[in-house]
Nanobody
């Protein structure tokens, strides 16, 4: 399974941005998917996850109510819709695939994309 994240860029506080993750490989439908982020000098942290069917989602408290996660199993894509972004959302965002959407630790995810940088100016 290979993952390719895209959609990052420079935005202003309060703006919206959608990240995409293209997933290759026949096992996409068998994977829960997650988004993580890593700010400079900080550890990688959980942002959001979604079950295989897309029916259940989970969010970190810091983004709940502002971000949504979705997936298109027909096209092998996962999305992170970011709204009302804040400077503290600045980070490299990674998509990841794993066995369960109820897991939040990076070590629990098996497949990783290369990351896309989101910079939010105040």
């Amino acid at each position: 399974v290979q993952l390719q994240a895209s959609g990052g860029g420079l935005v202003q506080a309060g703006d919206s941005l959608r990240l995409s993750c293209a997933v290759s490989g026949s096992t996409f439908g068998a994977c829960a998917m997650g988004w993580f982020r890593q700010a400079p000098g900080k550890e990688r942290e959980f942002v959001a996850s979604i079950t295989r069917s897309g029916g259940i989602t989970d969010f970190a408290g810091s983004v709940k109510g502002r971000f949504t996660i979705s997936r298109d199993n027909a096209k092998n894509f996962v999305y992170l819709q970011m709204s009302s972004v804040k400077p503290e959302d600045t980070a490299v965002y990674f998509c990841a695939g794993g066995p369960s959407a109820y897991l939040r630790a990076p070590r629990d995810y098996d497949y990783w994309g290369q990351g896309t940088l989101v910079t939010v100016s105040s």
